[in-house]
Every structure is written in structure tokens, then in C-alpha cells.
């Protein structure tokens, strides 16, 4: 197998796991969310602090993101760019969260999306990501409302 | 040279370019900023859009930034890690940029910084980042003040 298909094959792989993720989120399926990152895995993610790791931290932040919105939230991958070499890659796309929050009101924002992976004993996991919407520096307020 | 060389060569080569990076941006060098990205970068920046490319733009959002400045421009990088391939990189690292602004204000703020690189013909290049603080959901505020 030349060295291109190998890419292709492991750019389709990681497209894949993407594809698992946004299931996942759908059903709000905490071990298929899980299952995606690496034990060690650093999130730069959408909500302080600046940086947290994997495990049970991890776990409560995604279950307390599951109950803050009514079933069924909608989750959708869009702009997905995924570069892949023969053990590490990276994807960077725009997602889109919507729903229903517990209080009653609708939430829908695009948060922008990198992933970095790693591939151990042929699976394809995150080591790294980075969650965030842009700041408006001058009133320090974040700009939830932007689409892509 | 063993792979293990390479990569210790290459993590070594990420390491000097953010060194170049970062001294660049203590002397406002707009050259010595641009030199680091590929042409055709992907930026998640600070402040909106929720995405940008490279070029004129980039040029431009840079030089406001530098003019929002009151020299010097201090700049620090911390919790560095570097991942590299034999064509791939990616690195995470806490940022911290403080001044005194044009209007005479300090600010001190710590963004979270992922970038993807690339070799392109022996030379690394960042093709993607994204830079970001946490936001408070409840008050829909950026979080500027945390520290690492």
C-alpha cells in the first residue's frame, strides 16, 4: 500500500471517529464521547479553567453538559479540514450545538473545533483540543451569535 | 539518524520557531510574525471572525494589534508541549501577552494557544491555530484574568 493511500485511509478513520463523536453528543452517550480522547488527553476547553485534563473531570464536565439541555441536543460538524500522517494528525472545523436548555431557553452557537490525535496500536485517539468562541475585546463579552 | 533523532531534531526546529515567534512580537516585527505561517493558514483567532485566512488580512489583524500597544510588548510562553512527526507537528502552550495599552490601560491576559505545522520542503509552518480564552456561559463574559 503506497504512502497516499495510508493517508487516505487514515484521513477516512479520523473522519470516522468525528462521525462517532457527533453521534455520541446526539444521544448524549457519555462513553461514546469518552472513547474518542486519550486518558492524557489536555482540553483548552469552551469554559475555564484555561486548561483541564482527562478522567473523571473530563467525564462530569460532558454529563453536566449533557443535563443543561432538554433531549435531544443537535450537533453538527461543518468546514472539517483533517490532515493526517502516519501517527499524528490534526482537524480543525466549525460545530454547530443547538437545543433546548433546561430553563426553557434555545441555545445555538458555532464553537470552533481543533483536534489533535495521536495513533496507538492502530487507534486513532485525541491527545489535545481547543474549544472556544471569539471575544469582543472591548466590552470582554463572548460573541456567541456568529455562523459560519 | 534513528527516527527517535529526527523527532527530537524536529521538536527542536518547532521549538526554535516559536522562540522566533515569540522574540517577534516583543519587537512588533510584522515580517518576523508572518514568517512562522503558512500562506494558506486557517486562523480561530482571539477576536471575530470565527475564522480567518492568511494574507493581507492576517497582516492587517496583526498590525492593529502591535498599534494597540504602547511598546514594549511583553510575551511569554508557558506549559509548552510539542508533538512532531516526520511532516506533522502540533503544540499547545498557555500564552501570556501584557502591556500598557494606547490609552494607557495594563492589560495582562493569558490565551490559549493550539497551532499545526507542516515541512514544507525541510521548513516548518503553522497552517492552523487557534487562540482563545474561556468564556462564562452564565454572564456571557470572556474570562481575561485567570493565570496558569
Known amino acids: 500500500m503506497t504512502i497516499e493511500k495510508n493517508r487516505t485511509k487514515d484521513q477516512a478513520a479520523i473522519r470516522e471517529l468525528i462521525d462517532g463523536f457527533v453521534k455520541a453528543i446526539r444521544a448524549k452517550d457519555i462513553h461514546g464521547v469518552m472513547s474518542v480522547f486519550a486518558p492524557e488527553v489536555v ?11 482527562g478522567g473523571e473531570i473530563f467525564v462530569k464536565r460532558w454529563q453536566e453538559l449533557f443535563e443543561s439541555y432538554q433531549d435531544p441536543i443537535d450537533y453538527e460538524v461543518r468546514d472539517l479540514s483533517i490532515t493526517a500522517g502516519d501517527d499524528l494528525a490534526f482537524s480543525h472545523s466549525l460545530n454547530g450545538v443547538s437545543g433546548v436548555m433546561k430553563n426553557g431557553q434555545k441555545s445555538d452557537r458555532w464553537l470552533r473545533w481543533t483536534a489533535c490525535y495521536r495513533k496507538f496500536n492502530g487507534k486513532w485517539l485525541i491527545v489535545h483540543e481547543q474549544v472556544s468562541v471569539p471575544v469582543d475585546l472591548r466590552s470582554g463579552k463572548a460573541v456567541l451569535d456568529l455562523k459560519p
Request: net charge negative.
Open 43 to 53: 482540553s483548552f476547553d469552551l469554559s475555564p479553567p484555561l486548561q483541564h485534563g
